[in-house]
């Protein structure tokens, strides 16, 4: 079945460091991607997604580039802020009926000032 | 932000007692989805909806029902609560055919449940 694996946290950086989150997945086909970002005491919301090979979502001066010949959807950003400090969660909606979500274990980021 | 909201949104209870989550949207959105959130498990799909009166199982679905008789609200029901029922629970929407964002879901803010 499909699978999601990310980097396991916590990630402390200093603030305008560089932020690298990995993420790798396993799934049948051509899944579209995702991260979402949980704030403290919050719900997920998106932050970026891609739908094909190549494809680079980005927002909030974040980025992650959908490679299938790694199957990865790494999660980077140039200069962190205090505000950045989140829960991140790679994800995949594979080939299913249900528009399912299949999620990694979550990264907790930790921006000091 | 999605009209979704989640009630209650904090609950202690007994083990062996029934719960009921309730989740609902103004969205009208066709999907609800139920996920619980533990340490290191990321989000797990328990049950979700795809219609009124359809719904089926998700990955950790054991000691969990739903309902949904109307398109704006998806109840979760713990027949007789466990400890290892302990979790934060999402519920989230989705609209297949939302074009573009079709493929999104969408979170309510999450309710914290405690099984003592």
């Known amino acids: 079945g499909d699978s999601v694996t990310q980097m396991e946290g916590p990630v402390t950086l200093s603030e305008e460091a560089f932020l690298t989150i990995n993420c790798t997945y396993t799934?049948?086909?051509?899944?579209?991607l995702f991260w979402y970002v949980q704030y403290p005491g919050e719900g997920l919301q998106l932050l970026l997604k891609?739908?094909?090979?190549?494809d680079k979502g980005s927002n909030k001066g974040f980025e992650a580039t959908y490679r299938k010949e790694t199957t990865s959807f790494h999660l980077e950003k140039g200069s962190v802020q205090v505000s950045d400090s989140a829960v991140y969660f790679c994800?995949?909606?594979?080939?299913?009926?249900?528009?399912?979500?299949?999620f990694g274990g979550g990264t907790r980021l930790m921006v000091k000032p | 932000d999605a009209g979704i909201t989640q009630s209650p949104r904090h609950k202690v209870t007994e083990t062996g007692t029934p719960v009921t989550l309730r989740c609902h949207q103004t969205?009208?959105?066709?999907?609800m989805y139920w996920y619980r959130q533990d340490p290191g498990h990321g989000l797990r799909l328990i049950h979700y909806?795809?219609?009124?009166?359809?719904?089926d199982k998700g990955e950790v679905s054991d000691g969990y029902s739903v309902s949904r008789s109307k398109t704006e609200d998806f109840l979760l029901t713990l027949e007789s609560a466990t400890s290892s029922q302990t979790s934060v629970y999402f519920c989230?929407?989705?609209?297949?055919?939302?074009?573009?964002?079709?493929?999104?879901?969408?979170f309510g803010p999450g309710t914290r449940l405690t099984v003592l």
């Open positions: 969205e009208n959105h066709r999907y």
């Open positions: 799934a049948t086909g051509y899944p579209s």
């Open positions: 994800a995949l909606r594979g080939r299913n009926a249900g528009n399912m979500l299949t």
């Open positions: 989230a929407i989705s609209d297949p055919s939302g074009g573009k964002r079709g493929d999104e879901q969408f």
């Open positions: 909806s795809y219609g009124v009166k359809d719904t």
């Open positions: 891609a739908t094909k090979a190549d």
